[in-house]
């Protein structure tokens, strides 16, 4: 059964880079057909979409956070990564990583627990 | 705002039938899937419905949708006190290039 773990610091300061990893067990993260997408929720707020990696290394992000965000992906360790630079209070959020089975432009259908983001000095 | 609409709340007795609505434009729901997701308190959203109207397997046929051109609806049937959660819609949009959410519904079974 596939499961999806989130890890990565609970603080972050301002202006600094938000570093987290997607942990994939029970399945490959080469999968063809398989995408890999990361989402945030600010506290009491809605989903936002943050950005979606292949294994292959093709990324495809929100408009409103490209210029800040880079994401990789490691086949060897079954992982995928985020880094978000310049944090500001407005990043503060339960960052969430998921599945898209079909492509980047489709549903999510296996979801982390998620792992709380708080930027504060 | 977002780009899809939802109604903020929805209320219904256990046993009712409650729709919650998802308006959205050509660009989004016009030309492409909608999901559903639930979010119970505290925890993760899980997948309802994709591709506008399948259900994943173990979700009871109780969670149905719908699509017709820009607006996608969510039916729940025989509302129980666990159903109690946050429900949103999803599709991708051709013109910002991005997976967008609707705001999110929150449902009360009173």
């Known amino acids: 059964q596939l499961q999806l773990q989130e890890s990565g610091p609970g603080l972050v300061r301002p202006s600094e880079t938000l570093s987290l990893t997607c942990t994939v067990s029970g399945g490959s993260i080469d999968s063809r057909s398989d995408y890999w997408g990361w989402i945030r929720q600010p506290p009491g707020k809605g989903l936002e979409w943050i950005g979606t990696?292949?294994?292959?290394?093709?990324?495809y992000s929100n408009p409103s956070l490209k210029s800040r965000l880079t994401m990789s992906v490691d086949t060897s360790t079954n992982q995928f990564s985020l880094h978000l630079r310049s944090m500001t209070a407005a990043d503060t959020a339960v960052y969430y990583c998921?599945?898209?089975?079909?492509?980047?432009?489709?549903?999510?259908?296996?979801w982390g627990k998620g792992t709380t983001v708080t930027v504060s000095s | 705002q977002s780009v899809l609409t939802q109604p903020p709340s929805v209320s219904a007795a256990p046993g009712r039938k409650v729709t919650i609505s998802c308006s959205g434009s050509d660009s989004n729901i016009g030309n492409n899937y909608v999901s559903w997701y639930q979010q119970l308190p505290g925890a993760a959203p899980k997948l309802l419905i994709f591709d506008d109207n399948k259900r994943p397997s173990g979700i009871p046929d109780r969670f149905s949708g719908s699509k017709s051109g820009t607006s996608a609806t969510l039916d729940i049937t025989g509302l129980q006190t666990g159903d109690e959660a946050d429900y949103y819609c999803a599709t991708w949009d051709n013109s910002l290039n991005a997976v967008v959410f609707g705001g999110g519904t929150k449902l009360a079974v009173l």
């Open positions: 990696i292949y294994y292959s290394g093709d990324t």
């Open positions: 998921a599945r898209h089975p079909r492509g980047y432009y489709y549903y999510m259908d296996v």
